[in-house]
């Protein structure tokens, strides 16, 4: 999706610095960095819910989103949440270098930084330490079910998992798993779901359709699993 898609959904998208992914970066990073005086960059910040939340945390917040739209609501969002650390940088972060680097850098349902390729990315945001929260295919997941009768491995994409395995060769990682809701999946979201897991030829299509349509409702309920996955750069 680009920059003007996502102003479309300004408006829409929920700001909810109270619940789930925020709550949990809070109590995650609370003994981390509270009283440091350090920095963070909040990579494609939306409505600004994690800023809303973290932002007592840090010395100084960049709010980071290549859709005006979402900065303005960020900001005012943020600042009548009662946060006024921050700042706004509309920027493409899959091109942009930063001219300052903060010590932390955080991404929350990011597009940009769902693939295990994409999270050395992140690294040139902060100089500390960066925060990766994403979906993960837990077990029990419908879409591992179906994506297994197909023989297909998942490969690295949308998968906290593969992030906290590649990431932890490197330096001191740190992951939580959390719950974020059951929802029930209509057969055109679980075939969204599964196709980017496959190779898209007509026939994975046509596989996915019969194995979508022979599941009984019960089968299409989810566990929406996310896991935040923390390094350190030093
Ligand atoms: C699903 S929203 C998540 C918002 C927020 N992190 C949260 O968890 O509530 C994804 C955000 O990423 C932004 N985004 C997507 N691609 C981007 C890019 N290439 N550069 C900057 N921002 C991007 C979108 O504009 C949108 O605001």
């Not at 740190?174 to 007509?202: A, Q, W």
Request: aromatic share 8%; proline share 5%; hydrophobic share 40%.
């Amino acid at each position: 999706m680009d920059a003007q898609q996502w102003d479309d959904l300004a408006d829409m998208v929920d700001f909810e610095p109270d619940k789930s992914a925020a709550d949990i970066a809070y109590d995650f990073l609370k003994e981390k960095v509270e009283g440091r005086g350090w920095t963070l960059s909040d990579l494609g910040c939306g409505p600004g819910s994690l800023t809303a939340r973290l932002g007592p945390l840090f010395n100084r917040v960049r709010m980071i989103d290549f859709s005006r739209k979402m900065l303005e609501r960020a900001y005012s969002e943020v600042t009548g949440y009662g946060v006024t650390n921050v700042e706004i940088l509309q920027e493409d972060i899959t091109t942009y270098v930063p001219d300052v680097k903060t010590d932390v850098a955080l991404a929350c349902a990011c597009p940009p930084f769902y693939r295990v390729s994409d999270a050395p990315k992140m690294e040139i945001f902060a100089t500390k330490a960066c925060v990766l929260i994403m979906p993960t295919l837990v077990q029990d997941s419908p879409v591992r079910k179906i994506l297994k009768e197909m023989g297909v491995d998942v490969h690295p994409s949308i998968d906290a998992e593969l992030v906290e395995a590649d990431r932890s060769r490197c330096h001191h990682t740190e992951s939580v798993l959390f719950f974020e809701t059951r929802e029930m999946l209509t057969p055109l979201v679980m075939k969204n779901r599964c196709i980017r897991y496959t190779d898209g030829s007509s026939e994975s299509v046509k596989r996915l359709d019969e194995i979508i349509s022979s599941m009984d409702d019960d089968e299409r309920y989810y566990d929406r699993w996310s896991k935040l996955v923390y390094w350190e750069l030093e």
